[in-house]
């Protein structure tokens, strides 16, 4: 991997282009149908517009998912009814192609990739995996701090390094997967320690918990916030403190794909406190964030909410991996095949209204 910092992508984050968010606000005015018809759509092709910097954007494809894989010292705390090495094997699924957002990726077009960002499970070689173990699962985040500095940055740099090699390959949109046992309980810190809400207001029942198990997973939650007390203002600080491997990771994805003006779909509660982080890094990179669907998980809405996202589609979903982000896919591209392709009524001969 080519070697890229922090800091040189996060100085290559630029605003909106406002001349051609304005460009595809006036196209969308002159296409075959009434104004503001296609809704939502309108507004995220105008956003793709600006990020890219022309209009009609470029089509999304070909999009590429990564999926980053982390472990957490928090497991320990009984957050999780799940065994800790579920998440090696479900690396090692998504590697042979039977996970959901395989089966998902294949219906819309989309590559997957497996980034090993911290798994506790050393495995195998011999595999397509991005091998970037920068150490094997995180720290119990009440106890100590998650992470080092030096790791959450090798983290975040791991992320921005995968996001180049996609991008320098051709994608032109980028999506966020993720697999990590325990992993809503950091997303859930690190969206508290981003936003502000409480740990109660962040934290949600994961792969599915009981009511006793969610109680205790929020005073976990409380406990780390009290502990580390992160500042929102030095996010590399809050990503080691309460942070995982892969959110870390997400969040240096975001910034690549932010950096080289390509559209990034957010997917679940994961991809969404990543996101925050990103946001904290550089607040114009969140121009380049679709946000894909809504979680089932609270912290998603609030996390979404702080970075002013309207979630594309609700389905009830809380399963990550990417899922979401790629079931989105075809939305987004839809809404930039209508700039491309919809006809003027000068051009197509409609009379207006």
Known sequence: ??????????????????????????LQARLTKPAGSLGALEELSVRLAGLAGTCPPPLPSPAAVAVFAGD????????????????????????????????????????????????????????DLIEANVRRGTLDMTVEPALTRDEARQAVETGIRVAEE?????????????????????????????????????????????????????????AALERHAPDPADPLGVLATVGGLEHAAIAGFILAAAAHRVPVIVDGVIAASGALAAAAFAPDAIAAMVAGHLSAEPGAAVALAHLDLEPLLDLGMRLGEGSGAVLALPVVAAAVRVLHEVATFDSAGVSEK
Not at 199 to 206: D, I, K, N, V
């Open 166 to 222: 996609m991008l320098e390959a051709g994608a032109k949109c980028l999506l966020t997967g993720d697999m990590g046992i325990a992993n809503t309980t950091p997303a859930a810190a690190l969206i508290a320690a981003f936003t502000g809400c409480t740990a109660e207001q962040a934290t949600g029942r994961g792969t599915g918990i009981d009511d006793a198990t969610h109680a205790h997973k929020i005073t976990v939650v409380a």
């Open 72 to 127: 957490h010292g928090v497991h320990a705390q009984g957050v999780s009814p799940w065994p800790q090495e579920v998440t090696a094997q479900m690396a090692l699924n998504f590697l042979a192609g039977g996970a959901v957002v395989n089966a998902f990726a294949r219906q819309a077009g989309a590559s997957v990739t497996v980034v090993d960002v911290g798994v506790a499970t050393p495995l195998p070689e011999g595999t």
């Open 1 to 26: 991997m080519t070697r890229v910092t922090l800091e040189s992508t996060v100085a290559a984050v630029r605003p909106a282009d406002q001349p051609a968010m304005a460009a595809a606000r006036e």
